[in-house]
């Protein structure tokens, strides 16, 4: 049995097998509408070249935002910041709160890079309890800690969605302390729960926000995505600075293409996804029911992610049997970035994959689980 860095570590290992059943990227077949998307990539680029980048650009994040309900996203220049992946635009924002404060509340739990990445800049981190964000009020002695709140909504790998009420007294509190309400969105996509108008909520609070918007878990186009940096006109920090340290813009052809999918996406292609990782959703439990102490622990969650409790068996055991069959999932130990041990006997099953793959890799797990 092996313990691992971090859950991307997990994942590497993972990458070759047809049974990756690990990270959270997209890696379902692409839809027939999608493929011809594919097939038209050299007129985009044709096209890519002969327009200005900034009108590209626009087009792109209209569609993107539009399709998720996002009217009232920033228009004015340098609001909405395009990066390579999400992850690249959480340490721009991480490196420009780090110039302006020493601590940061973070959601408990969450994928283990978003602490590394905070931590990375010398921030201190205080856990937030998702539970928290749901019910009940912000710790006001937290308040006067931090520079920023940090919140992934859909969760990772929960599926919570902070709800339009919520989302409206959390920004209200931060607003009261003057702290900065960060929003990581990047399951935004696969919940129309989570697809009210932020902005317009952030908006109306008058808080300082940050948004990180991303096009990179929904569509399998082979780690071609978008991560939108969206910041408030007041948000106070350096965010346009560190991002121009670290890059000029991403690929017109890129954002075409991402333009492409949401429209796609806008004409029927989203309702599809939601079906299809329904359905996967149902085959995993299905495979998995009727097993002793086998719980799944978010029912409600719409994520291309299920977390599986498997009692008081222990997760990296299963793991390590699984893997020898070529069967990759997470242990979900570093989700609890402050608290491991609450992650322990539980796995994390991605969905985004094809439907044949993932019934074999259910099937294992359930011959796996079994036999402990
Ligand atoms: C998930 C991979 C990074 C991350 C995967 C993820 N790790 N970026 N270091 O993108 O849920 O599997 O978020």
Not at 286 to 295: G, R
Request: include cysteine.
């Amino acid at each position: 049995m092996i313990e691992i860095g971090n859950l991307t570590q997990y994942e590497f290992l993972a990458l070759n097998s047809p049974l990756n059943l690990s990270d959270g990227h997209a890696r379902q077949e692409l839809t027939p509408s999608q493929s011809r998307i594919i097939e038209e990539l050299p007129s985009l680029w044709a096209d890519a070249i002969k327009r200005p980048v900034s009108e590209v650009e626009a087009d792109s994040r209209s569609a993107f935002f539009g399709l998720f309900g996002q009217h009232s996203y920033p228009r004015g220049e340098g609001r909405v910041l395009p990066c390579y992946s999400s992850s690249v635009a959480m340490e721009i924002f991480a490196r420009s709160v780090a110039g302006t404060s020493d601590a940061i509340g973070l959601i408990h739990p969450t994928f283990d890079n978003i602490p590394d990445i905070l931590r990375g800049v010398g921030l201190r981190l205080i856990p937030v309890e998702e539970e928290v964000l749901h019910e009940g009020d912000l710790d006001p002695y937290l308040m006067t800690q931090v520079g920023a709140i940090f919140v992934t909504t859909p969760n990772n790998p929960t599926g919570r969605v902070i709800s339009e009420e919520r989302l409206r007294v959390l920004a209200a509190q931060c607003a009261n302390y003057d702290v900065v309400l960060a929003l990581d969105t990047c399951f935004r996509g696969f919940d129309t729960r989570a697809h009210y108008d932020h902005y317009a909520v952030l908006e109306e609070s008058g808080c300082r926000w940050v948004v990180i918007e991303d096009t990179g878990k929904l569509w399998p186009t082979l780690e071609l995505k978008i991560g939108w940096l969206v910041s408030s006109e007041n948000v106070g920090l350096p965010v346009e600075k560190v991002y121009s340290d670290i890059l000029l813009g991403v690929s017109p052809l890129v954002m075409s293409m991402v333009r492409r999918f949401a429209e796609d996406a806008a004409g029927g292609g989203l309702a599809e996804l939601h079906d299809f990782i329904a359905g996967n959703r149902a085959l995993v439990r299905a495979a998995l029911a009727d097993l002793p102490e086998i719980e799944f622990l978010d029912p409600d969650s719409r994520a291309s992610v299920e977390r599986v409790g498997i009692g008081s068996r222990s997760n990296l055991a299963a793991w390590t049997a699984l893997s020898e069959h070529n069967v990759f999932a997470l242990p979900c130990q570093k989700f609890f970035w402050a608290d491991p041990a609450r992650g322990e006997g539980i796995l994390r099953i991605a969905l985004a994959r094809p439907p044949a793959a993932l019934a074999v890799g259910a099937a294992t797990l359930r011959t796996v689980l079994a036999e402990m």
